[in-house]
């Protein structure tokens, strides 16, 4: 493998986010079956999103564009929380496993706003 690393990879954001996804496909997993192209699908998407969206925003010249994609990720961050209260009502997760979940949500939140605070500092003259 290449020692090469991109921008994106050297993010802790983006390291943190990558975790979330792999935790959401194993959590996922135990959804019921017939979920696989409802909600288990949806949370994935949600999931990945988080992360395709900040590897999108390193790639823009812009820090207004980069600010841009930061924003859109965290909305995916929050719809991911959403998708896991549905997912505790439905009983397919449990109110520990939400709040270690919601933990690592809210670190990512802090650090995508961190990192948007920063793209759009550097926008300024």
Avoid at 15 to 40: C, H, M, N, W
Avoid at 58 to 77: C, D, F, I, M, W
Avoid at 94 to 101: F, S
Wanted: glycine content about 4%; proline content about 2%; hydrophobic content about 35%.
């Amino acid at each position: 493998m290449n020692d090469y690393l991109y921008g994106f990879e050297k993010l802790v954001v983006w390291q943190k986010a990558r975790a979330l996804v792999s935790k959401t496909y194993l959590i996922t997993k135990d959804f019921p079956v017939e979920e696989k192209f409802g909600l288990t699908n949806q949370v994935r998407r949600a999931a990945t999103s988080i992360t395709a969206n900040i590897v999108e925003g390193t790639t823009r010249s812009s820090p207004k564009e980069q600010a841009y994609y930061s924003q859109v990720s965290y909305g995916s961050l929050m719809e991911l929380l959403n998708h896991f209260y549905i997912a505790l009502d439905l009983g397919y997760i449990t109110n520990k496993r939400l709040l270690e979940l919601k933990s690592d949500i809210s670190e990512i939140s802090k650090r995508l706003s961190t990192l948007r605070k920063t793209q759009l500092n550097r926008h300024k003259p």
